[in-house]
Nanobody, 124 residues
């Protein structure tokens, strides 16, 4: 079965950086579009970033463009989210998602596989 395990979350001051990792198992990684979503307390889960199966295409939420970078290492079955210039409003549980698909998926309903999430907290 498909398993996604996120790591790298934590507490950081505003303006700081964190790098999240998501290790995938139970699937052939390369054909999968990989995405990151986040859910703040009391809010709906929202799209953050996604990368196509080839790594050639990416998509970002407007709120993180220019600050976050998604990447993948197919040899390690891992997708990353480099987060720079963090703001208090970036505080949320961050989830990794995977879907065998062509293109870059940006909606929650497009993904079949999800990790358990990792907490990111940004203090002001």
């Amino acid at each position: 079965q498909v398993q996604l395990v996120e790591s790298g979350g934590g507490l950081v001051q505003a303006g700081g950086s964190l790098k999240l990792s998501c290790a995938a198992s139970g699937l052939i990684f390369r054909p999968y579009c990989m995405g990151w979503f986040r859910q703040a307390a009391g809010k709906e889960r929202e799209f953050v970033a996604a990368i196509s199966w080839s790594g050639g295409s990416t998509n970002y939420a407007d709120s993180v463009k220019g600050r976050f970078t998604i990447s993948r290492d197919d040899a390690k079955n891992t997708v990353y989210l480099q987060m720079n210039s963090l703001k208090p409003e970036d505080t949320a549980v961050y989830y990794c998602a995977a879907q065998n698909a062509i293109g870059v998926l940006t909606t929650y309903s497009g993904y079949a596989h999800w990790g358990q999430g990792t907490q990111v907290s940004v203090s002001s």
